[in-house]
């Protein structure tokens, strides 16, 4: 499971999205923008059937772990390419993650268990927000509105404390130069630091661009006792106004080593390869091997 970097936003169809015609798709009168994953306030607000299946699979407390989004057309970054996403409902369980949607056939079509889940991957633009949950076999993948970003945000931190495991030693490293200013806030965040004002090791570098016009790309890499989590400017935008980051719980990683510009990661069997500066390869190599 590779990062590349691209200046497209290229953003493929899933198994279960529908092939897009104008005459249905003109029914579907939402674009990817306006997609607000929201939690229901009553089981009737939840499609029939859903809370059900998920429940059955992937073991909910409630209906705070349970998200419907609506359908919508969005562009696949391949050319006109459009797809119609249909109406779906995200749980977030104690048991798994899974995705029911209600076309084609009502069901639930992706399903990774949280034994099985290898890392998350949250990237925003602007707007738009796409989160991910990798395993070695399956990925799961939602896109929002990021204005949304509130209603995922407590359903994704319980996640992260089921997968963390004892805490870890942090390596013993002076802290480095200062940080430009979103970088600094994003640091001090929960969100890098799993728990507010807990320590931390990090390293940040910034990426040249690939022309003249092209803008300086921010990098930040954080071990924290429990995660090892990857940020940086997303590669998918001529700007820097969002961030693309890596969540990798550090009981579940079983290899760390160099692979030309890349840093690979094995977690829970699955390879991730991500794109980065050598200072922070060579950082995480050594705090991570």
Not at 60 to 78: D, K, M, Y
Not at 196 to 208: D, G, K, L, M, T
């Amino acid at each position: 499971m590779t990062r590349t970097a691209s200046q497209l936003p290229r953003d493929p169809a899933e198994s279960w999205e529908l092939h897009y015609t104008e005459g249905e798709g003109s029914s579907y009168n939402r674009g990817i923008y306006d997609i607000f994953p929201r939690t229901p306030r009553r089981a009737e607000d939840v499609p029939e059937g859903a809370f059900e299946s998920l429940n059955a699979s992937c073991s909910l407390e409630g209906l705070r772990q349970v998200f419907v989004i609506p359908r919508a057309v969005r562009s696949t970054g391949c050319g006109d390419q459009k797809v119609i996403s249909p109406g779906s409902v995200l749980g977030v369980g104690t048991r798994a993650v899974g995705l029911w949607t209600e076309k084609p056939g009502r069901g639930v079509k992706v399903l990774i268990p949280l034994d099985r889940l290898a890392a998350i991957e949250d990237l925003t633009i602007l707007l738009y927000g796409r989160l991910s949950f990798l395993s070695f076999a399956e990925k799961l993948t939602i896109r929002y509105n990021t204005l949304a970003r509130s209603n995922l945000r407590p359903a994704l931190l319980e996640l992260r404390e089921r997968l963390a495991g004892s805490p870890l030693p942090l390596p013993l490293e002076e802290e480095v130069a200062e940080l430009p200013i979103k970088w600094k806030r994003l640091l001090r965040s929960p969100y890098l630091r799993f728990r507010e004002s807990a320590p931390v090791a990090f390293r940040f570098a910034v990426a040249p661009g690939k022309s003249r016009d092209d803008v300086q790309r921010g990098q930040l890499l954080v071990v924290n006792p429990y995660e090892l989590v990857y940020m940086f400017d997303p590669l998918e935008a001529s700007h820097n106004y969002g961030e693309d980051s890596f969540i990798v719980p550090r009981p579940r990683i079983t290899r760390v080593r160099f692979r030309e510009k890349y840093l690979e990661v094995v977690s829970n069997g699955a390879r991730l390869s991500l794109s980065m500066a050598p200072e922070l390869r060579e950082a995480a190599a050594r705090w991570l091997s």
